[in-house]
């Protein structure tokens, strides 16, 4: 199945369009007596076991490389098992790594995240030119997800993404125009990253790619909860645009994760739950 539709028919089956980060930060999570690898895996095994049992799937996962490189071999490890569970809900997983190089380094990034982490879909960065994400798109062609960074949450993303060229142009739009002309020959698997905290952007992205009606361009919206974007101001944004909302993914990491921190509950992984659902009920996919 390519990508695209893996994403389309996630969305359908499970009512949403809510990415999952899985995050892990060792000092929040609330098991103790276990090393690295046991407390991650557990953590992240309980929670997406309660997603299963309150037929409440995200429909996407989305684990961070750092989160778990942070931890050495023992959060690698854990990496790995953390992405065969997911895929065995059938739900998406995207590596959040962020690569990118030139020549064969960067084959082999394509090839670590595709053939070794057997990830749906990464994320990488253009600023490289076509020739830094090549290796990338040859995987979507063949059914693979690669989602590139066009406009980021961060505060300090205007610095260089909000440059204009002569022309006028900001600089992620002229991206956004390179994203539509490599996408025509990826199968509708090559995707954009735009920071729910930056609507206005992402309102002039989305314009950009409705120019181009013949190609889908599937989006990650990160930058909902901790760094202060809104999950139902974003899928206003989304709806104004008629954009088709099954090839999109709203992301929330920490506050899906750590969810037992707002409502105060001994229940971690059943307030995970019941913060998915509420954030469901906020992006009113269905």
């Known amino acids: ?19 999952m980060g899985l995050d892990p930060v060792l000092e929040r999570i609330p098991l103790r007596g276990k090393d690295a690898e046991q407390t991650i895996v557990e953590f992240y095994s309980e929670i997406i076991n309660a997603c299963i049992a309150e037929n409440c799937l995200p429909a996407a996962f989305k684990p961070n490389y750092a989160f778990y490189a942070q931890y050495g071999f023992a959060g690698l490890r854990a990496l790995k098992k953390v992405i065969s569970m997911c895929k065995e809900t059938s739900v998406p997983v995207i590596l959040d790594a962020k690569r990118t190089d030139i020549g064969k380094s960067c084959i082999a990034y394509a090839k670590e995240m595709f053939d070794f982490w057997q990830a749906d ?11 830094s994400i090549e290796p990338f798109l040859e995987f979507c062609k063949r059914g693979k ?9 961060n505060p300090g993303a205007k610095e260089f993404q909000n440059l204009r ?59 909902v909860g901790a760094q202060g974007g809104s999950a139902s101001d974003t899928a206003e944004v989304l709806k104004s645009a008629g954009y088709n909302l099954t090839i999109v993914r709203i992301n929330s990491s920490s506050g899906l994760n750590y969810a037992y921190e707002r ?22 996919f269905k």
């Open 263 to 284: 409502f105060e509950s001994e229940d971690f992984a059943g307030s995970t739950v019941r913060a998915l659902k509420e954030l469901n009920r906020e992006i009113g």
């Open 145 to 153: 997800g690669v989602y590139v960074l066009t406009r980021s949450s």
């Open 1 to 19: 199945m390519q990508f695209i539709e893996l994403l389309k028919s996630s969305a359908e089956k499970n009512k949403s369009i809510v990415c």
């Open 121 to 131: 879909a990464c994320t990488v960065q253009a600023f490289l030119g076509r020739d």
């Open 165 to 223: 060229n002569t022309s006028g142009e900001p600089l992620y739009i002229t991206l956004a125009k390179k994203l539509i002309s490599w996408a025509s020959n990826c199968k509708g698997n090559l995707g954009s990253i735009v920071g729910a905290t930056s609507l206005p952007e992402l309102g002039q992205i989305l314009g950009t790619f409705k120019k181009s009606p013949s190609i889908e361009i599937p989006l990650l919206i990160p930058g």
